[in-house]
Structures are given as structure tokens and as C-alpha cells.
């Protein structure tokens, strides 16, 4: 294996150890607290003796240092503490609302995959004509609304004036539509454009006019000489987008009340609830450092040319 591989795969041990130190510094400094808002939601009057009490169950009474130590400890025994709201187990919490996200996210991908390949392509192939400056002006527009506003125009066109759509929940296949649609638009563009960008550079390669000069079949063309190079750095996008999707779930999750981790987040800030905050944000540096590792193995295994001459990940 690539000597500068193995070192990006020995690193994501103490990255993770980072990301608990930054996570754990940045909850401690939120303003609230979170004993005051756990009584208050109970109906309780906080005074001094329960607000006393409840930051020793919480733990919140000993040292900045010893509370980090017993989170830390919790995370090597594969533990993540219990909500301050529910009580729970913070990994059952996680386990109860990580399948609706990853569903969305997975549906959100698809659309946008569905949008941006044939998008791409019709841009590339049709370079400067009038498809290509209308896949590029939409490419514009898609990476430049933000969700709430798509969110709420798709609310309001398909539930509020035609009632075609539900609003809220994850019920069945139609609560897909208007959530994905919404997330998946800013990924879209950026897909298209990249793979016009690949092709375009693809087809300006000698081995493409070449083989277009024998003649070989226009379908067969634009697949193998064309879109099969532009998949390639397309990939490495398609990996960084998974912090995208997973950010963007926050938002839309808000918006159509997904019951995913998305929204567990937003209530969690809400409430100061300080193990699902750094739960979560902990599990999202970790999957989007995994899957970032999983494309450069994907890439590493795909490109001959890396693994012969160590590739981008000398520049590691």
C-alpha cells in the first residue's frame, strides 16, 4: 500500500481525538444552562438545592477536565452518556432517528444524480448552444437559493395552493419528494458542472478524437471516451458531498419535521442538551473522515497512474 495512504489512515486516529477536544470546548461554551432549562421543562421552578442536585446527576459539577475524561471514557466503551431531556441513552436516541436521516440523505443523493448526469452531459455535449447556458444559468440558481427558501416555495406550491404533496413527517414515498428536492439542489449543480467540466475536458483529449476519427459509434463515443474519464474526479466529489448532505439535513429535517438526527440537533441546541450535541457532532466528523478515507481507497483503486507513481496522495 501507498506509503502516503497508510499515513492518511494512521491520522484519522488522532483527528478524532481532535475533534472531541474542539467538540467538547465549543458545548461548554454555549450560553444557558441546561440545568435550568431541564427543570423548567418538567414544570419545576428551579431554585438553588434542585439546580444543586441535578448538575450532580448530570455530572456537571466536577472539573471541566474530569467531565471530558468520563465522556472520553464513555466513548472508548462505545458510550455516548445520557440525554439531559429524555434520559435515554444517547446511542438509542441515535439508533431511533439515524435510519429517517440516512433514508433522506440517500433519496436526497438520487435526485441529485438524476438531475445533474444527464444535465451535465446535454451541457457538455451541446457546449455554448442554448441547452448549455440553460443547464449552467439553473446550475447557478440551484447552488445559489438556500434551502429554507426552496423548502418553503415547494411548501407552498405543492401543499399550501394545491395540496398535491404532504407537509411534514416521513409517512411514505411522497413525504420524499419535497425534502430530497430541497437538499439535493445546491449537490445538483455541483455535480453538473463537474461532469461538464470532465467531459469537456475529455472530449478535447487526443484519445477521444481519435477515436472519433475510426468511426466508432456515437453512443459508444460518448460513454467510453467521454463520460467514463469524467467519472473519475467525479467521485471524489460525490465523497465530500456526504458532509454536505449531512449538514444540509439539519436545515431541511427542520423544515418538513423529519424525525431524523438533524432535528435531534436543532432540539438538543435548543435545550442544551450536551451529550446528543457532542453525539452528534462527533459521529458527523467521523463519518464524513470515513467515507473521505473510503474515496481516496475507491480513487487509489480505480487510477492505475496512483497507485505507480503515489498520485495526489504525495501532496498528503
Excluded at 439546580?51 to 458510550?79: C, K, S, T, V
Excluded at 441529485?112 to 448526469?117: D, F, Y
Excluded at 478535447?204 to 474519464?229: C, E, F, M, T
Aim: glycine fraction near 8%; include cysteine.
Amino acid at each position: 500500500m501507498n506509503k502516503a495512504l497508510l499515513k492518511r489512515l494512521i491520522w484519522t486516529i488522532p483527528t478524532l481525538l481532535g475533534v472531541t477536544v474542539v467538540t467538547f470546548a465549543l458545548v461548554q461554551l454555549m450560553p444557558g444552562d441546561p440545568t435550568d432549562i431541564s427543570l423548567r421543562s418538567k414544570g419545576i421552578i428551579p431554585d438553588a438545592v434542585s439546580i444543586a442536585e441535578i448538575r450532580r446527576q448530570m455530572g456537571l459539577d466536577q472539573p471541566l477536565i474530569a467531565q471530558y475524561g468520563a465522556w472520553l471514557n464513555e466513548i472508548f466503551h462505545l458510550r455516548l452518556g445520557l440525554s439531559f431531556q429524555s434520559g435515554l441513552p444517547v446511542t438509542k436516541e441515535l439508533a431511533l432517528r439515524l435510519p429517517a436521516t440516512l433514508r433522506l440523505m440517500g433519496a436526497s443523493f438520487a435526485v441529485a444524480c438524476i438531475l445533474a448526469v444527464p444535465a451535465g452531459i446535454v451541457s457538455a455535449w451541446y457546449k455554448q448552444q442554448h441547452l448549455d447556458h440553460a443547464v449552467r444559468f439553473l446550475s447557478i440558481l440551484g447552488a445559489s437559493l438556500p434551502h429554507f427558501w426552496i423548502g418553503a416555495m415547494l411548501i407552498y406550491l405543492f401543499c399550501i395552493r394545491t395540496n398535491l404533496l404532504p407537509m411534514m413527517g416521513d409517512g411514505g414515498i411522497m413525504n420524499y419528494i419535497m425534502p430530497s428536492i430541497t437538499m439535493a439542489a445546491g449537490m445538483a449543480a455541483v455535480y453538473a458542472r463537474m461532469l461538464r467540466a470532465g467531459m469537456l475536458e475529455a472530449i478535447a483529449d487526443p484519445h477521444y478524437k481519435a477515436a472519433r476519427a475510426r468511426g466508432i459509434k456515437q453512443s459508444r463515443l460518448i460513454v467510453q471516451h467521454a463520460i467514463r474519464p469524467a467519472l473519475l474526479p467525479f467521485i471524489t466529489v460525490i465523497g465530500n458531498s456526504f458532509g454536505y448532505f449531512w449538514g444540509s439535513s439539519i436545515i431541511v429535517e427542520a423544515i418538513f419535521s423529519w424525525p431524523g438526527v438533524g432535528r435531534l440537533m436543532i432540539d438538543a441546541i435548543f435545550n442544551r442538551d450536551y451529550p446528543v450535541i457532542q453525539a452528534i457532532t462527533l459521529l458527523t466528523a467521523a463519518c464524513v473522515i470515513v467515507v473521505n478515507l473510503a474515496v481516496d481507497l475507491i480513487y487509489y483503486w480505480l487510477d492505475p497512474r496512483i497507485r505507480a507513481e503515489g498520485g495526489r496522495y504525495e501532496e498528503l
